[in-house]
């Protein structure tokens, strides 16, 4: 039985959907043999599909690591989060359905069943939880008392998930609840944003995609994070539309208190109803982001249209481009590249300013270039700092990324002063771009898993997981 359904006016806020984003790649150049001994890292051919888990399972490169599955069988998984040791919430994309694992065995009940819509990119999409401060381990937490568990999703006033497919009439938005985790459920639900899940006014008929997904928990502040983005491409002042819209809660990365509450000193200032909930804008669609442990700099994925993903440094006021800028600013033409059918590209002649052609709130708000850009987009999705040593010193502190298209887990080290990504001597990403996926090979961590939804560091013991939207969880650890 479906539990609540709470409606009350929009909040004004942003949330996170987990788009699984499938740009087109085409590596017809590419080997896909499964030959070990491939020089090219066995690279697959895709063709605007998501990978598939080889049929072996995953691998690594790294011989003193081990991966270990601990649990499978789940339901298209998005997100995962721990709220003891060895104990997980895991959420279900089309089900509405968040389960918990315990010492790798399935709670018989699921923590929580809502009514979802969940055509294309909607669903349940994102969750992060903060442990009550008298726990153990490095958790999030808050002072308040019970374990607070945040969800993101596209919430329906329907008891059939997925109706949506057949009309909007049902669908409420998309949202982010606290709930408090007592007696193995997820209870109280309070409301704290009300985001665009509909499509804007000229695109009914569009695909229902780009609804972010990702929930964090800051470090430093205790607020939550989540990541949404153009829903269905809407084009206001969020997506860097001159003469647009005001915000209104998509294309960007928004936070509040966990009680719902803005920031008494929002980075875009508060000139507009929606502008103190945003830390960052002009983002196209977002699947990751993390906090460096060592900084306490925000890093985040973004998704390019037909080129571009991106690797980018979120300074509060962030302004990522969209829809302006894909990639590099020195690369955009003066026009909007994405129009209505998403991948189409004007042939203006003008080079894009940042100064004088994206949507400026003063204060903090500023362009900054990508950290990283893959030329042909692999859907990147997932990412996450580690920050223990317990897969060896060398990884400790680096950033894990994940992807839909290839299936692999990568790796990527940071400069001494964690301002940029640093590889080795003479590598062809000294330019921070990726051209092909050949080029790609010395960050490449771990292959054959298939899309990665999620990337978690146990607060309690420091070892890696990762989640995949075949439906396994798996723990990276030292054989050392």
Do not use: C
């Not at 066995?42 to 888990?53: E, G, V």
């Not at 442990?131 to 002072?143: C, E, R």
């Not at 994925?301 to 690797?311: F, L, R, Y």
């Not at 990762?466 to 396994?472: C, D, E, K, Q, W």
């Amino acid at each position: 039985m479906k539990p609540h359904i709470i409606t009350i006016l929009p909040l004004f806020l942003f949330l996170i959907l987990i788009p699984i984003y499938i740009p087109i790649v085409n590596l017809a150049q590419a080997s896909s043999s499964s030959d070990s001994t491939s020089t090219t890292d066995d690279i697959p051919t895709i063709h605007n599909t998501k990978s598939k888990p080889l049929p072996g399972g995953p691998t690594l490169n790294d011989p003193n690591l081990n991966l270990e599955q601990i649990f499978t069988g789940l339901d298209q998984p998005t997100g995962m989060t721990f709220v003891g040791p060895n104990d997980i919430l895991v959420t279900e994309k089309n089900t509405g359905i968040v389960k918990r694992i315990t010492n790798g065995q399935l709670n018989p009940e699921p923590v929580l069943d809502v009514s979802i819509a969940n055509i294309k990119e909607r669903g349940m999409l994102g969750i992060a939880a903060a442990v009550n401060s008298n726990s153990n381990g490095n958790a999030p937490t808050n002072t308040i008392g019970p374990t607070y568990v945040f969800l993101y999703y596209t919430e329906s006033s329907s008891t059939t998930d997925g109706d949506d497919a057949d009309s909007e009439e049902n669908v409420l938005g998309s949202r982010l609840y606290r709930y408090e985790l007592i007696d193995n459920q997820l209870v109280n639900p309070k409301l704290l944003l009300d985001l665009p899940a509909h499509p804007p006014p000229d695109r009914e008929e569009a695909s229902r995609d780009h609804y972010g997904g990702k929930v964090l928990i800051g470090p430093a502040d205790n607020y939550v994070y989540v990541g949404i983005g153009n829903v269905v491409v809407h084009k206001g002042q969020a997506q860097n539309v001159l003469d647009g819209a005001p915000l209104d809660g998509t294309s960007g990365i928004l936070r509040v208190t966990q009680d719902g509450q803005v920031s008494p000193n929002p980075p875009l200032g508060s000139t507009q109803p929606m502008s103190p909930y945003y830390y960052a804008y002009g983002i196209r669609n977002t699947f990751g982001m993390d906090f460096d442990p060592i900084t306490g700099k925000l890093w985040d994925t973004e998704n390019g249209p037909t080129s571009a993903d991106e690797i980018n440094i979120v300074e509060p006021g962030f302004n990522s481009g969209h829809s302006k800028i894909h990639g590099f600013a020195k690369d955009a033409s003066s026009a909007d590249i994405e129009d209505d059918s998403e991948d189409a590209s004007s042939e203006a002649t003008a080079a894009t300013n940042p100064a004088t052609d994206l949507v400026n709130f003063g204060g903090n708000s500023q362009y900054s270039d990508p950290e990283f850009v893959w030329t042909m987009p692999l859907g990147v999705t997932a990412l996450k700092f580690l920050n223990s040593d317990k897969l060896g010193k060398q990884y400790q502190n680096t950033m894990f990324i994940g992807d839909t298209n290839l299936g692999w887990l990568y790796n990527f080290k940071l400069n001494p002063q964690r301002t940029a990504l640093s590889f080795a001597n003479g590598s062809p990403l000294a330019d921070k771009t990726a051209n092909t996926p050949e080029e790609m090979q010395e960050t490449i961590f771990g292959k054959g898993f298939g899309v990665i939804t999620d990337i978690q560091v146990s607060p309690y013991d420091g070892t890696l997981y990762v989640l995949t939207y075949a439906g396994s969880i798996y723990k990276i650890y030292s054989s050392l």
